[in-house]
């Protein structure tokens, strides 16, 4: 690309010199009778015309050594004699050949000498043709053409200053008459302008061959314009409507979020009033869906090559299909229309944002000044993914190589990702990174596809809500399942390269990924808060609220946002899809005057690939003192194995796992472990059972929210284990 086009420069400039370098006054045909001393000649042009064709001649010979690739410019003789020969009234005889009748002149032309002598009758009206022709004097006399061979423009004077213009603009030779500059002059800036061409060349080459790599790096991260406006096309993320002037001025009931709460809430207003009308205002450009399956389901459920998917439909582990949408495009109403609606509905507004809430006029205003008047106001803004410090301020070079994980946005580029079987590095060992550790693990090796890691502080995965023994064997499944875990360590650098990021760890490893998936938790979305006086738990997080939801009269606040006051565990803030659902249905039937407190025990699932997976409920914390019930699966189906647990165990006299590096790639190497097939796991305070985890098994958490609510001590909770049969 850059040597083409350094050819296309140095052949313009080319094509530039030649024309200044041959610029002249082109031939007329047009017949300007001469004028000597006032008196008109019409011969004198035939006289003219030899005159100046053995001039040509004579100067073309004297110049073509010093302009070897041009035509020689006209220059006049020296000396021009006319002499009176014949009387005036006398008719000039037959002139031999060489020799030209001008009316009362007689010319005689040597070709040999460039001195020649023009004879006419009368001697006292005579000129030199220097005067007469020279070129300087155009807007007086406009010359004769200076080359036969080129056909003659209409007006010699009009081709004669077009040039000059053109040599003024582009820099040519300047002075009068065809006198340009000299060939020396002409060589440098030649040689300048190439020399300028060649860097332009050189420069515009570097800025293709940059725009063609960012192009191969868009294919991968989807940063493109145009592939971007067509996903956003494909998987519905258009702003709508295209202007909030096009919203409603007014709404009965209206919902800040397009989360799980939000929608659970419209359905709850809804059931109570069946023409209730809602309007949605989402920052995001989808429709409400549900976000469990993004690091679960879909990565095990087959997809055509297709990208972005255009309907994320899954299979559950039951073996049904559904929508990661809660309802169909079909299913909503258009913003503007949602006033003249009859029955009303749910519209949402896709993709604005909101900057303050009047609780006392209650009155919404967004980001763009718009205002919006309701009656009722539920806020379900949800939470934002934590980012590391450390990479959050990392140079653009390494940023464009680190991403979080929460939008079907997010999975269709780490899907990307890995159906290119690159690297790929997952930091922390929470829910979601674990559960996505293993559905990539899975995916790769269904699509041979590049290596997994996963990098976290903690000795084990879900080490914070788990006890440390499962959370061991925890992650001896996960290295089974083809995930490399590395614990123990945190990432102390990241430098990148053409492709890749280079990952520095605390335990001196060394790792080089594609990309670099964060999940180090969230935050509660409250930047409203501020402008909007709400008050915000500095502990937890989250708008607080009381009983019922509520921030302020008319004005609610459910989902992962919401910091509430359990009456058995005292205030929480809790993040899971079952507290989203409970929670804004509650706010939903409150605000159509239910006004009912908030008592539910949300419980939250997690599977790590469809082996393993685990419900919990109740106040699931690994640093409270726990009693695990198992079944083996092994030798005798009938025996249960019990665990104390009050706090971590002291592991220095423990083999420590091992783990080398060889060639660069790191290899895991887990050690049999015993096997966990089902069992419950109760998290004790004061004695009191506040947490029940209940490890593969389902469809048993009603009983145990039922022991949590009963709130009381256990003398033998091996008791208790057998209300769950875990045996069956």
């Known amino acids: 690309m850059s040597i083409w086009t350094v050819r296309c420069v140095c052949q313009k400039f080319c094509r530039q010199a030649h024309i200044l370098a041959n610029r002249r006054v082109l031939p007329s045909t047009k017949r300007i009778p001469a004028v000597i001393n006032g008196i008109s000649r019409p011969a004198h042009n035939s006289l003219y015309q030899m005159v100046k064709k053995r001039t040509l001649e004579a100067r073309t010979k004297l110049q073509a050594n010093k302009y070897p690739n041009n035509q020689a410019c006209m220059k006049m003789p020296k000396t021009v004699e006319f002499v009176s020969d014949v009387d005036e009234d006398t008719q000039p005889p037959t002139l031999p050949t060489g020799q030209t009748q001008l009316g009362n002149v007689t010319a005689s032309v040597t070709n040999q000498d460039p001195q020649f002598r023009v004879g006419f009758v009368d001697s006292k009206s005579y000129s030199t043709a220097k005067d007469v022709l020279k070129s300087s004097q155009c807007d007086k006399v406009c010359p004769q053409p200076l080359d036969p061979c080129k056909p003659a423009p209409k007006d010699p004077c009009e081709e004669f200053h077009k040039l000059r213009r053109e040599s003024e603009i582009t820099g040519g030779a300047q002075g009068g008459g065809c006198d340009g500059d000299s060939e020396d002059e002409q060589q440098k800036r030649l040689k300048l302008k190439c020399l300028l061409g060649a860097l332009a060349a050189l420069l515009a080459g570097g800025f293709v061959a940059w725009m063609m790599t960012r192009k191969k790096e868009c294919e991968v991260d989807g940063d493109s314009p145009d592939d971007a406006r067509k996903r956003a096309q494909l998987s519905g993320m258009i702003t709508s409507p295209p202007s909030s002037e096009q919203l409603p001025k007014h709404v009965p009931y209206l919902i800040i979020g397009g989360g799980t709460a939000a929608f659970s809430a419209f359905r709850a207003i809804k059931s109570n009033d069946a023409r209730a009308k809602v309007l949605m205002i989402s920052n995001e450009y989808r429709k409400p869906y549900m976000r469990p399956p993004l690091s679960k389901e879909l990565w095990y459920t087959p997809n055509a090559n297709e990208d972005p998917i255009k309907d994320y439909r899954f299979k559950q582990w039951t073996g049904s299909e559904r929508s990661l949408y809660f309802e169909p495009d079909e299913f909503f109403i258009e913003p503007e229309k ?87 590095t997952i930091v922390g060992n929470g829910f979601i990174g674990s559960e996505l550790a293993c559905s990539l693990a899975h995916y790769s090796k269904e699509n041979e596809g590049g290596k997994v890691y996963q990098v976290f502080q903690e000795k084990g995965n879900m080490s914070k809500v788990l006890p440390h023994y499962l959370s061991d064997w925890t992650t001896r499944r996960m290295e089974k399942q083809g995930v490399c875990v590395i614990p123990d360590a945190s990432i102390k650098s990241a430098l990148r390269d053409e492709s890749q990021v280079k990952l520095e760890l605390s335990n001196g490893m060394t790792l080089l990924s594609d990309i670099v998936v964060v999940c180090v938790g969230c935050t509660p979305n409250t930047n409203i808060a501020g402008t909007s006086q709400l008050e915000v738990d500095r502990t937890l997080g989250g708008f607080v609220v009381n009983a019922e939801l509520e921030a302020r009269r008319n004005l609610y606040v459910a989902g992962d946002a919401s910091c509430f006051y359990d009456p058995l565990l005292g205030r929480r803030r809790v993040e899971h899809h079952d507290h989203s659902v409970v929670s804004g249905r509650l706010a939903g039937e409150n605000m159509t005057g239910a006004k009912k407190p908030y008592e539910h025990q949300s419980m939250f699932w997690s599977d790590l690939g469809p082996e393993i997976g685990y419900e919990g409920i109740g106040l699931v914390d690994a640093s409270l003192p726990t009693v695990g019930v198992f079944a ?65 098994l389902f469809n048993r958490i009603g009983l145990a929210r039922t022991i949590i609510n009963q709130n009381k001590n256990y003398e033998d909770l091996n008791e208790v284990a057998k209300l769950f049969e875990i045996h069956a």
């Not at 949402?348 to 000044?369: P, Y």
């Not at 249960?640 to 790191?666: M, R, W």
């Open 338 to 424: 949602l006033a003249d609606s009859g029955n009303g509905g749910i519209a949402v507004a896709q993709g604005f944002s909101v900057k303050k809430v009047d609780a006392q006029n209650r009155i919404v205003t967004l980001n763009d000044g718009y205002q919006i008047s309701y009656e009722e106001c539920l806020i379900a803004t949800g939470c934002a993914p934590k980012n590391l410090n450390m990479l959050r301020d990392a140079p653009p070079s390494v940023r464009e190589k680190i991403m979080v994980y929460r939008t079907p946005e997010d999975f269709d580029r780490l899907r990307r990702y890995a159906m290119q079987k690159r690297s790929i």
């Open 632 to 696: 083996l699966s092994k030798d005798d189906a009938k025996r249960s194995d019990s665990h104390t647990d009050s706090k971590p165990a002291d592991k220095s006299s423990e083999a420590p796992k091992q783990t080398t590096v060889v060639e660069g790639e790191l290899q895991c190497n887990p050690s049999d472990e015993p096997n966990y097939g089902k069992g419950v796991v109760f998290y004790l305070k004061n004695d009191k059972i506040v947490g029940i985890l209940l490890w593969n």
